[in-house]
């Protein structure tokens, strides 16, 4: 994110560490979704499930910038699993 906070909104910008080399280009939709295992001691143990649904809005290199564009639980954290789901036609 641009800035540290945790709550994520539609529309607002993030950054993931796939870009062009990984064959990610503009229009591309990608998933947030919660690593699964054991928490800290005041939660409880987490479910792979999603989160938040992003579109890629620029690309570079390694990079890409995604608008966040559907959110289904708001507190995902720098290092959140990013997996792609839905690639426009060429």
Known sequence: PRDSR???????????????????????????????????????????????TLQVIHVRGRTATVKVVTVVSPDIKPGARVVQVAKLPS
Request: charged content about 30%; hydrophobic content about 45%; glycine content about 8%.
């Open 6 to 52: 945790d709550l994520r909104q539609l529309q607002e910008v993030l950054f993931i560490d796939i870009g062009r080399t990984n064959g990610v280009s503009a229009g591309d939709l990608f998933e947030v979704r919660r690593i699964a295992g054991p928490q800290d001691k005041s939660m409880a143990d987490a479910r792979d499930e999603l989160m938040a």
